[in-house]
């Protein structure tokens, strides 16, 4: 017998456990393509390298080492690497970086770290956003969010800031209390960068309310540059000087090598923060979700050598680019509609509203989506639902574009084949496939 959190959790908490039937043009045709996980599949090659070539194993990495929240030679090597690529207005110190098995967890930590759930306190959050917040923030600390309207892709001004204003001002009217404001940046899943001075807008705002500012800045690094249509530029939150706009401990930023990096399974994430009461109590908490030391050790190899990391970086989002482009090209020729702005990220935000199967739903758009969702399912190919994005509007979904060629294409086959038969559909049991299809 479960305890109620425990029965909660299995119910509503999903997770990948087991065989992946994942398409292969040659040993799987029949496979599913998933386009659901945020994951850049172009440079797992050079990654796969890079580690083969680094890895021999040092007896001490089978040790507890210096503990459980990132070694000096892993904090030292990040550090610089930050110095080097976010350009902080104050330099990064290794003492600021605390490592976790990624980002997910240190989510949670911002969340335990500032809220009281007692005490009706949450996170104040634009939507749409990245849809496990939901569960990273929320599903075991029992912190409450609150989502508030700020333009469904056009939340980059500065006239941002009036509508999270607006919004913590109807919270409080609740009676709930907001503690931070939560960023992705760049955006999850819109793809786009926050400009300098929404940033400092939304610093000021944090400052003005006496709340934390917590910039999720796993994308950082995943910025391309189109040559046909204006491109954005990636500013971090340390990159602002907060002298006159906000005292520096109230400002956290999340970063890791999930993404910029390809290496998801290398599990690390990092909070850098200057506030060390922060620090030292996700310090004491990081200790239930340390990074192996050997995660830890190639990692530190990997971000010492910052003459491969720029050429890696450099060769990422070039192919970035490229996929983005072919995608782009295929799903126009599908009919599918898509947010054209963003240059940040490995998604894009498709528009399906055209294609909603409203008459077998009676007129019920979010079903239709929802229907829509598992006609792809059947026909191999996985897609994230705008609903849980918190989109303001039914018929959106996240697509990630950076697979291999062959299989973007037979990806993107299968969905115009299910768009140009809207008739078809089989019957089946309720998907297990996580429907946002993310972590880090």
Known sequence: MLSARGTKWAAQIGFLHGHKNEYDPVSNPEGTISFSWAENWLMHEDMAQFINTHSQFDQLLCAYGEGYTGTVRLRTAMAKHLNAHFKPAQAVDPEEITFAAGVTDLNEVCALLTCNPDNHEAILIGKPVYGSFSRDLGARTGVDIEYVEVGDTEQFSPDCVASYEAGFEAAKARGVNIKALMICSPHNPLGQCYPRETLEGLMRLCAAKGIHLISDEIYALSVFKWDDRPSEEFTSVRAIDPTGIIDPSQVHVLYGMSKDFSAAGMRLGCLISQNKDFT?????????????????????????????????????????????????????????????????GLFMWLDLSNYLPLKQ?????????K?????????GVVLSPGQGYHSPTPG???????????????????????????????PSDESSVSETGDAS
């Open 396 to 426: 959106k979904f996240r697509f990630v574009f950076c697979l291999k060629e062959d299989v973007l294409r037979e990806g993107i086959k299968r969905i115009s084949r299910i768009l140009t038969h809207p008739g078809f559909y089989v």
């Open 361 to 369: 739903t009676k007129g019920d758009a979010w079903a239709a989506e």
């Open 280 to 344: 030292k109590a996700a310090r004491s908490i990081c200790c239930f979700s340390s990074p192996s030391q050997f995660s830890m050790d190639l990692a530190a190899k990997f971000l010492e050598d910052q003459e491969f990391v720029t050429n890696f970086l450099e060769k990422s989002q070039r192919l970035l680019l490229q996929s983005r482009l072919l995608a782009e090209k295929l799903l126009t020729q599908a009919g599918v509609n898509f947010h054209q702005k963003g240059n940040a």
């Open 371 to 379: 229907l829509l969702y598992q006609r792809l399912i059947e026909a």
